[in-house]
């Protein structure tokens, strides 16, 4: 019974992470190397990660730097992060690439929260997928007589517990989310 409760834990601070990470990437009105963490670079004939191939930095709140460790990369390094299509407009001076990052218009801002709030909603159904399939492992032990009804009972009280706890950091994380992007 324990078993099942933390794994359904574990799982759930997994999906906890990966909804920090993926809303890591949109972007606020501030600058965040995270901008550029899903740009892949073709180095030499393999798609590469954009910080594999270079120093990314933040200079100020409104730009980014690139130094690529090899200079003839500068050229495919600007054209992989006009082709990703995040509206940036990298400009280069032959060894280094700076970005700057254009303020957000208080409609992009407002899609931009419409985004985090589908994600969240999206990572909340993950949420409820594991504590479904925490509780039919439950039921199951029950069936096999590994647990009595009272006891699984009980094990479900836990896992809501703990489902309540992630859906409400989930919430936490969006609110924290949109006041950044709402900043101005």
Do not use: C
Not at 144 to 163: F, I, M, N, P, W
Request: hydrophobic share 35%; aromatic share 4%; glycine share 4%.
């Amino acid at each position: 019974m324990n078993d099942i409760i933390k794994d359904a834990k574990s799982r759930m601070d997994k999906t906890i992470e990966a909804f920090r990470d993926e809303i890591s990437k949109i972007r606020t009105g501030k600058a965040t190397t995270a901008l550029l963490d899903s740009i892949k670079v073709d180095y030499y004939g393999t798609p590469t990660p954009l910080n594999q191939v270079g120093n990314v930095t933040v200079l100020d709140a409104h730009s980014l730097s690139v130094t690529p460790w090899d200079k003839n990369m500068v050229s495919v390094i600007d054209k992989a992060i006009l082709t990703a299509e995040l509206g940036l407009n990298p400009v280069s001076d032959g060894t280094n690439i700076r970005i700057p990052i254009p303020p957000l218009t208080e409609e992009r801002r407002k899609e931009l929260v419409k985004l985090v709030k589908k994600f969240g909603e999206d990572y909340k159904v993950a949420i409820r997928n594991v504590r479904r399939d925490a509780n039919d492992q439950l039921k199951k032990a029950e069936k096999e007589k590994e647990l009595s009804e009272d006891l699984r009972h009980d094990a479900e009280g836990e896992v809501q517990k703990v489902t309540d706890n992630h859906t409400k950091l989930i919430d936490e994380i969006i609110k924290s989310k949109e006041a950044e992007i709402m900043e101005v």
